[in-house]
């Protein structure tokens, strides 16, 4: 019953075997090998277009490499207020732009609405005294669970370009996202505005890979001079490409997604269905947000259940949870199988 992240499980069979393969010979060091070739190749057909793709060991350097390719230090990123870029990753992305601002919008039902971000880029800019906007930031899925659709994307795009704004999407639960839309990669990316993409693995059967994927290519001209200067130009730089070979050969991503999805559906509807519970926002993806009775949480725990009470700083218009209540995050995997969701549901169930 592990429902604390999508990062706690290992990696999959598929994308192991892909390691063992990867693992002959003498190649090109630093990225310079066929399997980063092959794994760029391969991404660039998933997308439909040409893109510039830079691998790197987290996402939270990717993000803030990502955010410094479009922002100047005296500039500001835009994001949903409850944005892993505001709330989970220290202060990495002031660091990697060189101090710009992340400034945090408030989320109407768990999704950040395009007025919202046309008010707050419509307010007086005031130069040099205010930073310059010059970024925004979505998270797909986003830290509620959520996942806005093709229309939704291209509005909140077609708002902060309208304003000047590069457009950066967090995609560490991409796949999830795709899986869960049935669309094509390109429609919730380059088509809607998207600039540049960090496309997860590491949580959807990765061992640790991200890429930084920029389809707005022109803004990837220094981006390898960031990677190096952040101390993520791997020697190795095979094995990030033979992740991604593996991830992406025959479909695998979007199964693996498919079967974490499908898993938190399972939960969400049993949670729903439980005396006392009740489901915080939708569940679109492969997390699952509720408000449990404390004392079912608790007895949750003391049965070896692992999730989170979701407590964040920046978190604006969460529903209520009180002493009696507390607002739970429960994220399923590839890994995840249908009796621990099963388990988990039986024991909410017990009084
Ligand atoms: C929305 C989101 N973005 C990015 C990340 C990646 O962060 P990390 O630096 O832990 O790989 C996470 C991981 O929790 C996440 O949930």
Request: net charge negative.
């Amino acid at each position: 019953m592990n429902f604390g992240s999508d990062n706690m499980v290992g990696a999959s069979a598929p994308i192991l075997d892909a390691i063992i393969e990867a693992n002959h010979g003498a190649l090109a060091s630093y990225g310079g090998d066929p399997w980063c070739a092959e794994a760029t190749r391969r991404i660039a057909e998933a997308f439909e277009c040409e893109v510039e793709v830079f691998f790197v060991a987290s996402g939270t350097v990717a993000n803030s490499l990502a955010l410094s390719a479009l922002v100047p230090p005296w500039g500001a990123v835009y994001a949903q207020a409850d944005a892993h870029i505001l709330n989970e990753e220290s202060t990495a992305p002031e660091l990697f732009t060189g101090g710009a601002r992340m400034i945090g919008l408030p989320p109407h039902h768990g999704k950040l609405e395009p007025d919202t971000l046309d008010e707050a880029l419509s307010r007086p800019r005031h130069p040099p005294h205010r930073p310059l906007p010059a970024a925004f930031s979505l998270t797909q899925c986003n830290e509620r669970g959520r996942v806005f659709g093709v229309a939704e994307v291209a509005a909140l795009c077609a708002v902060a370009r309208r304003h000047g704004l590069k457009v950066h999407m967090d995609g560490a639960r991409f796949a999830n996202a795709v899986a869960s839309l049935g669309c094509a990669p390109a429609d919730i990316t380059w088509r809607a505005g998207v600039d540049v993409l960090t496309l997860g693995a590491s949580k959807n059967g990765g061992l640790m890979a991200e890429a930084v994927v920029f389809f707005d290519r022109e803004l990837a001209g220094d981006f390898a001079w960031r990677i190096k200067r952040a101390g993520q130009t791997a020697a190795k730089g095979r094995f990030f490409g033979a992740q991604f070979v593996g991830w992406l050969r025959d479909g695998h991503w979007l199964e693996l997604a498919r079967h974490a999805n499908a898993m938190a559906a399972r939960l969400a509807q049993g949670i729903a269905a439980a005396p006392g519970a009740r489901l915080a926002w939708p569940c679109e993806a492969n997390e699952v947000f509720a408000l449990l009775p404390r004392k079912r949480a608790e007895a949750l725990w003391a049965a070896g259940a692992v999730f989170y009470e979701w407590v964040q700083p920046n978190a604006e218009g969460d529903p209520e949870a009180g002493a009696g209540t507390l607002l739970a995050r429960l994220v399923t995997s590839f890994l995840t199988d249908t009796a621990e969701v099963d388990r988990f549901i039986h024991l909410l169930n017990q009084e």
